[in-house]
């Protein structure tokens, strides 16, 4: 029998009898909580009523206890440990660490959301499977571009946060679509008793990556009857670039000696002999004939003799193979870094103004009237570089330019023979404006005011949120560049039909473009700027009644019922340019516009089965459901069961086992050909297929008739991704837990331990480029569907092209998703006579996790499709923290631990070297594909008067640097930082302090 069918069969016994125990009473849902403890975390302040209700559920309780896990951070974290936004204090969590988070420093990438996005996603679901709510209601999204559908956490201000309550297993059935791996509940401050004023500055020892913070929060009562709260937030996040940090700007190869382990790549000085020669970043400034391969400047070791010019330019250091330099050292980088890393942002300029309303008001018959008013307005600002390297020729020579008189030279037979590749930088912008708005009101009470019931309550919400962004920036224009294709038609809008393109205005060849020297004249010359606008919408409407249906020898049987309207829609337009394809190597995309609707019934129960009995002090069950029907999506029904049983005052068990569902999101369903670029290395599983593992690889690559040491193309390839409309069906899934929390008797001390196994069916996404090209080589049959996906080059004109041009990744169900891992959590807290000790702590090891697409056991060609452990998927990561209170004193320590992380499985061994590098090194050599495990400390103190509050401290107090890795068997971001390690501290040593004053 398989582990599902066995806990349904096993939840299945339980329900049936305990339905039969409380007389028929219908089951639903629950998922309260318990951290650890939980009600030490929680200010009576929040409590509106006697009983709470936690994030998970939806029937009111006497104590923060469940059958489901629940991690809480408080807002006292920000201020101990220095975190300026929302985004910080989230992402930071152990559940969120151990996998790729949404953020800033993504902005040179096709991302959901866009650039400056920030979301949360736990244990590695995806953002679109973990659903944030604030104060128990779901806010819409809000970014730029066709992938909008997460939360963006820029729009939450730190400063009105109480605490967040983070639910670790699948609650669809509470909440619906999307809250399929947890649930993260943002819980707002409900009252200002005084006027507040609070500033916050993180500032790191190296310059770069300021951030500073301003709220104010002010509250009022109107007669006995009414609250009002007032709450404003600036936020400013500098950039930091990547020349800002050493083991940012300097992309490395980063490969040793196996024997002496000495850095080989170091001793590879260029011509100049400079401390950064072995960079590899913006490789520019070159000319390069496309069918003889002959360099038209100089190169370092003087064999390549231009025939223009007379002389090299000044700078240039082209590749020159294994050639030598006048120093004797053997050549290999082919780059110039040059100034430009002072103006390339690893995380851009982020502005946030933000404001938050609040009201509570009493009117007649008991009845309550909550309103929240949210604006936010979010600015991200991206400066980089990017690389032009048109074909130029006779055929776009300016008529009487005598410096393309090379190109026109009688040894070529026709303008079709005589085109020159030429690279050179190109400065680009792109800023981003997102305004928005989200207003939800409550009324709420109970029946026994009106004179029935008087155990049951009732609620009605109504939420609406709309986001409003512009994207704006510089573009390279196809009919400005003279980017004529190598047959000589430029076809830049794809329809067959050569288009004009305008003769280039500026000469390519001089030195002073090809150095970066005339950036202002290129962008004038052959760039074009344009603005796109997003619009996304939510409105729902959600009404619930909760109460007690009889009482049952264990204690009372409670019931909620509740039904949900919700619709949304997105209307993105991107700019003009864009939109006629006049845009030259870019991401572009058209128009995505459309609309889905969802109506949802649900219902939730728990039963007392057992109290005060032996092993058995109080045990309870939890079960919930709910049917929904989409508009798009289709129509199911989901269900959730829960045991929390308390044996005994040191020890209880919890256990749940639930399905849930996603529905497609709006860009699943109606993307409209969003482009993107990838490196071959990235893409091409027939990169030096000679040496591969695979056997399917070897078979298949060379019936494409790829020669067995292809090194790959130069250009990249471009990844076209797109919605899957009708098609498209809504992901299933189960959820299972199970944990015992410790809380003994002759100690102050709180244990969560707890399993937990996630499985999600007939998943949702648009396949990588590596999935693509992989599934056509590395499966047993050849060529079948994956081959149709994609293009690759036939030989090109000098015969070595076989690049992979183009991918089509549409979105489409795939086959499963898999996760299995434990979550620890523990709590001390004791009273000395020197002060209240606490120490909070938490761990996560995740055991398995896996992708299966159609059925394969591959993942870009490998055979072992469990990622666990790999570069941005660490195995265990953890957080600590432990405060000291001494009368108005608080003194912290805090600590942060992110596992081993280990690529090596991908390739047949360390010493794997990439075709193209086969004989760059005198020796073999490693490269690295594994980061080193890493604990992060920090320390602060804090003084807490009667209106003052001051605090100071640091984080990584001994400004440990990420891990490096190999660019050439690693994805980095910059440098040799890991692009999807977005646990590790790019800052480095880093001082804060938060000042607040209460009037």
């Known amino acids: 029998m398989k582990r599902s069918n066995w806990r349904q069969s096993v939840y299945g016994g339980v329900a049936l009898s305990s339905l039969l125990m409380a007389g028929g009473a219908f089951a639903q849902d629950a998922a309260t ?316 300029k982020n502005e946030n103004l933000s404001i938050f309303l609040t009201s509570d008001v ?39 330019n005598p410096l393309y008189g090379y190109i026109g030279a009688p040894n070529y037979s026709n303008d079709m023979n005589s085109l020159v590749q030429v690279v050179m930088p190109f400065p680009t912008f792109d800023k981003v404006s997102v305004d928005y708005y989200s207003v939800s009101t409550s009324f709420s009470g109970g029946y026994g005011d009106l004179g029935f019931l008087s155990d049951w309550s009732w609620k009605v919400d109504g939420t609406f949120s709309r986001g409003e962004g512009t994207y704006e920036g510089n573009e390279i224009l196809n009919s400005k560049s003279s980017d004529w294709s190598i047959d000589g038609v430029a076809d830049w809008t794809g329809d067959g039909v050569p288009d004009l393109v305008t003769a280039p205005t500026i000469n390519f060849l001089d030195p002073a473009v090809l150095s970066g020297q ?16 997003t619009v996304y919408e939510q409105t729902t409407f959600t009404a619930t009644t909760a109460g007690d249906l009889f009482e049952l020898p264990a204690g009372d049987v409670g019931l909620a019922l509740g039904v949900e309207y919700r619709e949304f829609s997105i209307d993105d337009q991107p700019g003009a340019l864009t939109q006629i394809g006049d845009i030259w190597g870019s991401s572009t995309a058209g128009p995505t516009q459309g609309e889905n609707s969802v109506t949802e019934v649900f219902a939730e129960t728990r039963i007392p089965l057992l109290k005060g009995q032996f092993l058995a002090e109080d045990v309870e069950l939890e079960a919930s459901v709910r049917a929904f029907d989409y508009e798009i ?30 529905a497609p999101a709006l860009f699943e369903l109606f993307l409209q050909e969003q482009t993107g670029f990838q490196n071959q290395t990235a893409v091409d599983p027939c990169i030096d297929w000679g040496n591969s593992s695979n056997p399917n690889i070897q078979a298949n690559c060379a019936a494409a008739g790829i020669p067995s040491d292809y090194i790959g193309g130069s250009s990249s390839a471009l990844i076209i991704e797109s919605g899957g409309g009708d098609l498209l069906e809504s992901e299933s899934g189960n959820t299972f837990t199970a944990g015992i929390v410790f809380t003994p008797t002759f100690a102050p001390l709180n244990i969560a331990l707890d399993y937990y196994e996630i499985e999600i069916n007939d998943q949702i996404t648009s396949l990588s480029g590596a999935q693509v090209v992989g599934g056509c080589y590395a499966a047993a049959t050849y060529p079948n569907d994956f081959c149709n996906l ?55 090891w995740a055991l398995e996790r896996y992708i299966n697409v159609f059925g394969s056991d591959f993942v870009s060609g490998v055979s072992d499709n469990d990622f666990n452990g790999t570069v941005g998927y660490p195995s265990v990561v953890g957080d600590m923290l432990v405060t000291l209170e001494r009368g108005d004193w608080t003194y912290s320590f805090f600590s942060d631990f992110v596992g081993r992380q280990d690529d090596n499985r991908y390739y047949t061994a360390d010493l794997n070297t990439p075709q193209q590098y086969v004989g760059a090194f005198p020796n073999e050599v490693m490269y690295k594909a594994y980061t080193e495990a890493q604990f992060v400390h920090g320390a602060s103190i804090r003084w807490e008067g009667d209106t003052w509050t001051f605090a100071g401290g640091v984080r990584n107090i001994f400004d440990e640097h990420p891990p490096a890795v190999s660019p050439d068997v690693v994805t980095t971001s910059a440098g040799n930082v890991p692009l999807n390690a977005t646990a590790y501290d790019v800052l480095g040593r880093t001082f804060f302090t938060t000042i607040s004053k209460r009037f």
């Open 518 to 533: 005339r950036t202002a004249d290129l962008v004038a010359a052959i760039g074009g700027y344009q603005s796109g606008d």
């Open 33 to 348: 909580e318990e951290p650890i403890v939980i009600e030490e975390q929680v200010d009576e302040t929040e409590a509106r009523q006697e009983k709470i209700v936690v994030t998970g559920s939806l029937l009111a309780r006497d104590e923060f206890s469940s059958a489901s896990p629940v991690q809480v951070i408080t807002a006292e974290v920000a201020t101990i440990e220095g975190l300026v936004d929302t985004a910080s204090l989230l992402q930071g969590s152990s559940l969120a660490s151990g996998s790729t988070q949404l953020n800033n420093t993504f902005q040179n990438y096709v991302t959901n959301g866009g650039v400056g996005t920030q979301t949360i996603d736990l244990r590695g679901c995806g953002d679109t499977r973990t659903l944030v709510l604030i104060d128990g209601k779901r806010p819409g999204a809000s970014g730029t571009r066709g992938a909008v559908a997460a939360l963006d956490l820029n729009v939450v201000p730190q400063s009105i946060i109480s605490r967040v309550e983070i639910l670790k297993d699948g609650a669809s059935t509470i909440y619906g679509s999307d809250a399929v791996c947890g649930v993260v509940n943002i819980i707002t401050r409900d009252s200002v008793d005084d006027f507040e004023l609070n500033f916050s500055g993180s500032l790191p020892e190296e310059s770069g990556g300021e951030s500073f913070r301003l709220s104010s929060a002010w509250g009022f009562d109107w007669g006995d009857n009414a609250n009002f709260t007032i709450s404003a937030e600036y936020r400013l996040n500098q950039e930091l670039d990547t020349s800002d940090r050493s083991y940012l700007e300097c992309s490395e190869d980063y490969v040793r000696d196996p024997l002496t382990g000495r850095r080989a790549d170091r001793l590879n000085y260029g011509a100049n002999g400079g401390p950064r020669d072995w960079c590899s970043n913006l490789y520019f400034n070159t000319a390069i004939d496309r069918f003889s391969g002959e360099r038209l400047i100089q190169s370092p070791d003087g064999s390549t003799v231009p025939t223009i010019y007379g002389g090299s330019i000044p700078g240039y250091r082209p590749r020159v193979g294994t050639g030598m330099d006048e120093n004797g050292n053997l050549y290999f980088e082919d780059t110039l870094d040059a100034p430009f890393l002072d103006n390339t942002d690893f995380r851009p």
């Open 790 to 844: 994609f293009d690759r080059a036939t030989g090109g004109v000098d015969g070595n092209d076989f690049s992979v041009d183009n991918v089509q990744a549409p979105t489409l169900n795939v086959d499963s998703q898999q996760q299995r891992g434990i979550d620890l959590e523990v709590r001390y807290e004791h009273d000395f006579n020197f002060g209240t000790l606490t120490i909070d702590g938490s761990v996560n």
């Open 633 to 662: 999506g289709g129509s199911d029904s989901i269900y959730k069961v829960g045991l929390n049983w308390q044996l005994n005052p040191v020890f209880r068990v919890r256990s749940s086992y639930g399905t849930s569902y996603r």
């Open 362 to 400: 009493d009117l007649p018959a008991g009845i309550t009237w909550d309103s929240e008013f949210l604006y936010s307005k979010r600015e991200t600002e991206v400066e980089g570089w990017r690389q032009f390297f048109p074909n130029i020729g006779s055929a776009n020579n300016p008529a009487g």
